[in-house]
C-alpha cells in the first residue's frame, strides 16, 4: 500500500519527496557497492523518533550542486508554507540519530562526519563569514564549495569525474 506523499505547496517541483526518496534509494545501492548497507526507516513515527535509518546517515539530494559548484547544507526548514513563521532545525542541525551527512546527486556523493559540518557552521557563523541563502522562503542553508567539500568530506564518490571538471581543479 501506498503511504500519501507529503505537500510542499512551496517546493520548486511537485516530485520533491518521490525525487529524495528515490535518491535514497540510489544511494543505498552505491553504498552497499563499497561494503555499507543502510536499513532506511519508511514510516513517519520512526523517522521523527529515531531518524533516517538505523545507522545514523542523513542523506539529502543536491541536484544542483554539480551546476552551481557548491553544496547546499540545510539547517532550518519550514515544512508547511513559506507563510509560517516558524522555522524548524533540520538537516545538520537536527537532533536526531545522525553522526553521518551524505549529499550530493547522482553523479557525486560527499559523506561528512556530521560533528565536522557543526563545527564548521559554528566557527563560521561566529566569524559573520557563512555564505547562507534561503530557497523559496521554506529552507535555510549555508553554501560550501565542492572543492571545499571534497578536501573536508571523510569520503567522495565520484561516478562522472565531476571534480576533475570543476573550474580551477588540476
Known sequence: MLRPEPKYPDAKSHTSFQDGLEFQDFV?????KHGIVLQNLSSKKWQLSVGENLQGFE???DNRCTDTGRLSIEIEEKSRQATSLLWTPSGI?????SWLYIQGNHRVLFIFAKRFLLRWYHHHEARGTLNMH???????AFYLPLDQAAEYAAK?????????KQPGAS
Open 156 to 164: 567522495v564518490l565520484d561516478f562522472d569525474n565531476v571534480l576533475g
Open 93 to 97: 542541525l537536527r537532533d536526531d540519530n
Open 134 to 140: 534561503e530557497a523559496y522562503g521554506t529552507v535555510r
Open 59 to 61: 542523506i539529502k539530494l
Open 28 to 32: 543505498c545501492e552505491r553504498l552497499a
